[in-house]
Structure formats: structure tokens, C-alpha cells
């Protein structure tokens, strides 16, 4: 890293600072006058609502992938690009005096090995931004967009020792989460705008170290924003995202608050793509196994249970040591799930 480059990283990191870093995971719990509130019936309209909205504080694009080489060894890709603004509007300020922030987040894992790397920018630069149509976001020279035949989608990032190429084909069709897209997030009412493609095919390249390897596999792309999606009281969240090989989709998560309190929710998605919401009495989310990691104890091992689709599972880490050593540090990694059904997937669990 240059100098000017190291200076840019310092100020961002000083100047976003107070952003994330305040109550619970990001500062996702902090109050947001003057913002835009996720209310319900609103709807969620394509491909407009790809691109960003600067009403929102927050909001992120983000895709997972469980790949394997031509040699059937397991590799996962995940990349993230947040955007969060210090107050709501359209960013018309140009250079520094940007109110908008990005921060993208890249990571390759196997199963001995964890990649991970980060960026961050300013709004009103053009090193980082998003638009609709066409669909297009980036942070410096890492890219998700639409593909030219508008089939679907190129993801492309780097970091140390890693980097992907990668064409994600649908297959299926989008889902709204929640209610129609108003997924809550709290008993208080928090809430965002959510919605996902998790029927994506994937071909590409992968490089580990300089060494190229051809992969095939599947993916799932999440498109969330909000204002405040947290509650106050809550620090981090358990999402789970999983591929059943019986075509089905599966996506759940625990948010954790004070006194043991943890909301759930979930979306069962068929086949066919049609999306049934789960409530919190039909889900189960019990650790079974923990890993010493960066100084934490993450829970790496889990028994995933939901009632009404007779779905109990075992869901375990591809690799035990997936730690996001970014400026808000994670877990995330690809998972594999035996028992009644058999599944592959990622785990992301924050606050820890």
C-alpha cells in the first residue's frame, strides 16, 4: 500500500468510525432521525430497487457461493458491498465532502485456508457506487454486475493470495422476504427491506496463491437496506443460508438481545420459487460445537430444526476459522448440513 493509500485507509476508518461502531453490530441498533422508516406495503419493484437508496442509513449487496473444483474439493466465495450515509439524501457533495461511506468485504475459503480482504471509499469520488440500470456496483476494481446478456450476473474481487472471476446464471426467481419484503427484526418493530436470488448458477475461475482452478457451483445474492434495522438491546446476529440438494432454498437467523433474548425468523423457499415465511415457534438454533478463534468462542456446529417442514439438521463449518478480520471483525463461512435433508450454504455470525 502507498502512502497516499494509507492515509486514505486511516481517515476512512477515523471518519466511519463513529458510524459502526456505536450501539450493537455496526451501530445497526442506533436511532435515525431524519431517515427514511421501513414501514410495511411498500413494494419492492426490479430491477429498481437494486440500486442504491440514499433515503436509507444503510443498506448492503451481498452474494455467497459454494463452489467445487473439477477434483470435488469444497471452495466458498463471499463478497459485500455496504453503503451508509451520516445523513439521508442524495449525495451531491463531490470528493471528501461526501455524506456517504462504502466499505466491500471479499473472502475465499477451503477447507485449511481463509482468505479475507477489505476496501473502503468515499462517496463523491467514484471509487465506489451503485446503480440500477444497468446493474452495476464496485469498489475500485472489485465488480458485481449484470451480465452483457442480462441472464445474469459477473462477480469479480481480490485480495492477497486470492481472487475470483466468477458468472452467476439464474435459475429460479427472486423472493421477497417477510411480508412482501418487510422483514422484521426486533419485537420493537426494527425492520429493513429485504430480498434475495438464491437460485444462482456459477461457473468461473478461482486463484489461490497464484494458482489458477476452473469451479462450478451454486449461489445466493441478498439485497437489504434499512434505517435501523436492530433493536437498541440487540449485538449480533446468527444467519444461516442454506441449498437444499432437494432443490428447496432455506434462510434463517437469530438476532441476539439482552437476557437471552434472540428473535427469529425465516423464509422456506420451494422449488419453483414460491416463498413461505417461517415464524420464530417453528424455528430451532442450538449450538452444539465451539472454536477458539481471534480470541472468541464461536459457535462453528449447530442443530438447525424447523417443525413444519420436518427439517432437522446438523449444520458444521467448512472451515472452523472463517474470521473476517475486517474493520468490524465476523465470522462467515461456507457450512455443509446432514440429517434429514442434506444441504450446502453459509453461516454468518456477528457480535461475537
Not at 45 to 52: R, Y
Not at 234 to 241: A, I, M, P
Not at 311 to 318: F, G, M, Y
Amino acid at each position: 500500500m502507498n502512502i497516499k493509500a494509507c492515509i486514505t485507509a486511516i481517515v476512512l476508518s477515523v471518519m466511519m468510525a463513529p458510524v459502526v461502531a456505536a450501539q450493537g453490530f455496526a451501530g445497526l441498533g442506533t436511532t435515525a432521525e431524519g431517515f427514511a422508516r421501513v414501514v410495511p406495503g411498500v413494494p419492492i419493484t426490479l430491477p429498481e430497487d437494486f440500486g442504491s437508496h440514499p433515503d436509507y442509513r444503510l443498506e448492503w449487496w451481498y452474494v455467497t457461493a459454494n463452489l467445487q473444483t473439477a477434483e470435488g474439493e469444497p471452495v466458498g466465495v463471499q463478497w459485500t458491498l455496504f453503503r451508509q450515509a451520516t445523513k439521508p439524501g442524495a449525495a451531491i457533495e463531490g470528493g471528501w465532502s461526501s455524506h456517504e461511506f462504502w466499505m466491500g468485504h471479499a473472502a475465499l475459503t477451503t477447507a485449511d485456508s481463509h482468505f479475507a480482504a477489505e476496501k473502503l471509499a468515499r462517496g463523491g469520488t467514484g471509487q465506489a457506487g451503485a446503480t440500477a440500470s444497468p446493474f452495476d456496483t464496485w469498489i475500485d476494481d472489485w465488480r458485481f454486475s449484470r451480465s452483457a446478456k442480462n441472464k445474469g450476473f459477473k462477480l469479480k474481487s481480490r485480495g492477497e493470495n486470492f481472487s475470483y472471476d466468477l458468472v452467476l446464471t439464474e435459475t429460479g426467481p427472486p423472493v421477497k422476504h417477510g411480508e412482501n419484503g418487510y422483514s422484521v427484526k426486533s419485537d420493537k418493530g426494527q425492520a429493513s427491506y429485504y430480498f434475495s436470488h438464491p437460485f444462482l448458477e456459477v461457473s468461473g475461475t478461482v486463484e489461490i496463491n497464484g494458482e489458477a482452478t476452473a469451479v462450478t457451483g451454486e449461489a445466493w445474492l441478498d439485497r437489504e437496506w434499512s434505517s435501523q434495522p436492530l433493536a437498541a438491546d440487540q449485538s449480533g446476529w446468527d444467519w444461516f443460508s442454506l441449498k437444499l440438494t432437494s432443490g428447496e432454498r432455506l434462510m434463517l437467523f437469530g438476532l441476539r438481545g439482552n437476557d437471552n433474548n434472540i428473535y427469529q425468523s425465516g423464509s422456506w423457499v420451494t422449488k419453483q420459487g414460491r416463498l413461505a415465511p417461517l415464524k420464530a415457534d417453528d424455528i430451532e438454533l442450538t449450538p452444539l460445537g465451539y472454536t477458539d478463534v481471534a480470541g472468541r468462542k464461536v459457535p462453528t456446529r449447530w442443530s438447525v430444526t424447523v417443525r413444519s417442514r420436518e427439517l432437522t439438521l446438523v449444520v458444521e463449518a467448512l472451515n472452523h476459522n472463517s474470521w473476517m478480520p475486517t474493520s468490524i471483525a465476523y465470522w462467515e463461512g461456507p457450512v455443509t448440513a446432514t440429517g434429514s435433508h442434506d444441504a450446502v450454504g453459509y453461516l454468518e455470525m456477528t457480535g461475537y
